[in-house]
T-cell receptor
């Protein structure tokens, strides 16, 4: 089974609107971390937001928030007030400390977001 | 301050040749990771180093791949007898410590095997 699933093939959003990018994950580890990274066309990976499995509140970072639903094993990224510069690939990733590789990240296949003016 | 740097930015090599890819992590970061990103795909973990501990090589796809980290800083990923399926972007990342959740990525090396 895939550890991280991102099934949306591509997303379009109107500038200034909000958009949700879906991510589901699979783990039996009670302690894990969930991440979202942005990859613009230039190729660099930019860290956006982190959610720990024991965090009581959903993570927020500026216009980014993570809709963490632990029972459903989903960690959707919400981008509010989309900007043209938000057009990029977005990757969901997970870290499972007990697998023996404390810090390796397992990535989903990514979602392409296009913001329309 | 300087981020993670990688060299070369692009490498074209013939099938069967060996290549070396270099990564300079952020100064003071003790953890260093290598990932591979094939066209249109997510990142695939290859190997990580933490301080003086033995590296976790569980992601290396074959024994043609190896990596070392000298002096706890610079790392070199070596691919021997390159194959066309090795063509990908190789990304290096570093973090302050294993327990630190944010990994800082370099710009990557785009490897093309002809």
């Amino acid at each position: 089974a895939q550890k991280i699933t991102q099934t949306q093939p591509g997303m379009f959003v109107q500038e200034k609107e909000a958009v949700t990018l879906d991510c589901t994950y699979d783990t039996s580890d009670p302690s894990y971390g969930l991440f979202w990274y942005k990859q613009p066309s230039s190729g660099e990976m930019i860290f956006l937001i982190y959610q720990g499995s024991y965090d009581q509140q959903n993570a927020t970072e500026g216009r980014y928030s993570l809709n963490f639903q632990k029972a459903r094993k989903s960690a959707n990224l919400v981008i509010s007030a989309s900007q043209l510069g938000d057009s990029a690939m977005y990757f969901c990733a997970m870290r499972e400390p007990s697998t023996g590789a404390n810090s390796k990240l397992t990535f989903g296949k990514g979602i392409t977001l296009s913001v329309r003016p | 301050g300087a981020g993670v740097s990688q060299s070369p930015s692009n490498k074209v090599t013939e099938k069967g040749k060996d290549v070396e890819l270099r990564c300079d992590p952020i100064s003071g970061h003790t953890a260093l990771y290598w990932y591979r990103q094939s066209l249109g795909q997510g990142l695939e973990f290859l190997i990580y180093f933490q301080g003086n501990s033995a590296p976790d090589k569980s992601g290396l796809p074959s024994d043609r791949f190896s990596a070392e980290r000298t002096g706890g800083s610079v790392s070199t990923l070596t691919i021997q007898r390159t194959q066309q399926e090795d063509s990908a972007v190789y990304l290096c990342a570093s973090s302050l410590a294993v327990s630190s959740y944010e990994q800082y990525f370099g710009p990557g090396t785009r490897l093309t095997v002809t």
